[in-house]
């Protein structure tokens, strides 16, 4: 999970930054247990193989994706921006049509009701006429569509400067500007 953990890693540490509130799909623990190539399967685990150190961790507040009295399924809890990175089909299909099943959808719609920044790292390929449908509904909504696709007029031929500008990309979305601090290279 190279794209959540480089989200994670740069919003942590990023003095703009107070907290960070994470949750992890059951989905994407799947996804984390593969990519990873051992057991990990939480957010705790994708701490680990960010390198956080304790004082970072102190910024992330982690909850259950079932979780659905915590404070960000709140509009009356002001968050900055909602990040859902990546962003499966079946999150996108539940976000457009106003399903709040889990603690993610929630967080999302409570962004979209309040007009909080929404972006959504679409993940999806090919795209059928209802993830194109779904894609338009949120971006009518205000939501920023910004599936991780390599950027390749930032140049080279390492992996690392197309992650670090959708990095960027995402937290210039999210309204965070500190590119210098966080040790992404921006160029």
């Known amino acids: 999970m190279a794209l959540p953990r480089a989200v994670l890693e740069a919003m942590v540490r990023s003095s703009e930054v107070e907290r960070i509130h994470l949750v992890v799909s059951r989905g994407a ?18 701490m680990d193989a960010a390198g956080l150190t304790e004082t970072e961790r102190g910024k992330v507040s982690v909850h259950r ?8 399924a709140s509009g009356s ?9 990546p962003c ?14 889990t603690l993610i959808h929630r967080a999302g719609a409570v962004a979209l009701k309040e007009q909080w920044p929404l972006v959504l790292g679409f993940r999806e390929t090919p795209l ?11 971006a009518y ?25 959708y990095v960027l990309r995402v937290l210039d979305h999210l309204g965070i500007h500190q590119p210098g601090d966080n040790g992404l290279r921006w160029s």
Request: a negative charge; glycine letters at 8%; charged letters at 15%.
């Open 88 to 101: 499966s089909a079946g999150t996108l299909g539940a976000l457009a049509t106003g399903s709040a099943s």
């Open 65 to 72: 994706n079932t979780e659905l009295d915590a404070a960000i």
């Open 128 to 138: 059928t006429t209802i993830h194109l449908e779904n894609l338009r509904r949120l």
């Open 29 to 46: 623990s799947q996804v984390l247990q593969h990519e990873l190539s051992r057991s990990a399967t939480s957010a705790a685990d994708l």
């Open 77 to 85: 809890y002001r968050l900055t921006g909602t990040a859902v990175i």
């Open 141 to 165: 909504l205000r939501a920023v569509i910004l599936p991780p696709i390599p950027a390749f007029y930032v140049g080279g031929e390492d992996f690392n400067r197309f992650l670090d500008h």
